[in-house]
DNA sequence: CTTACATATCTAGTTTTGTCGATATGTTCT
DNA sequence: AGAACATATCGACAAAACTAGATATGTAAG
């Protein structure tokens, strides 16, 4: 868990934004074409649909966010389903309250 | 108040160690040469002696936290004192805890 | 086994950040 | 006014991040 690293791959508008929204993917995100519901995280595709951004970009992005462990990508057949990983987003909260 | 902005800001090591030890200067610097206490902040260069990076850097990375309000610069004469704005950091922190 | 599709990785150009030395600005002391 | 000093700003180059298109990989469907 460090710190700063945790803040890097927070500090960009779009990364932020995916996890703000992976914490209500109901609110935010369109269904999945499927009907799955986002008990396993919210498909690739459908992110990349909302942030507007080229495939490449986001799923670079989610792979940033991956690395440092703030999302869990779950692969099911030729889908990733990615989903906010809470215990790192409590630890970085609470690591940021002490060192700050 | 930008989130993301503040995250830049502290996505810097040094950044965020000079935020570090603001928050308990007598802990983390030498005192003044004057004998000043640390009541108005900490000297710039007391800083960049603890930071041991050049001047010019030093000096702009306090400027990097000055502009999103990390930090309050207070000129008296010739030196520049800088203390943490706590209130900055407060809400920074809460803002965090509503949106991510 | 070939095609279609979802996602990941590679390559590359652009933009932003990091960092320093040099110079400018502002203050104090003589 | 001039010297000495603390800090800020400028200019430049290096390193890292942003972003997209092209390509590769892995999976599912025909």
Redesign the interface.
């Known amino acids: 868990m460090q ?2 690293e945790l ?2 791959a ?4 779009t990364r ?1 934004d995916i ?2 929204w992976l ?1 209500e993917p109901e609110k935010y995100f369109r269904g999945h074409k499927d009907g799955k519901d986002f008990s396993e995280g919210v498909c690739a595709q459908v992110i990349q649909e909302k942030v507007e951004m080229s495939q490449s970009t986001v799923s670079h992005y989610l792979a940033v966010l991956q690395r440092v462990d703030l999302v869990i990508a779950n692969r099911i057949g030729k889908w990733t389903y990615y989903q906010r990983n809470d215990e790192t ?1 409590r630890n ?2 609470s690591q ?2 002490l ?2």
Chains 1, 2 share one sequence.
């Open positions: 710190l700063v803040n890097k927070l500090a960009n508008d932020m996890m703000l914490r987003v970085y909260l940021l309250q060192n700050l």
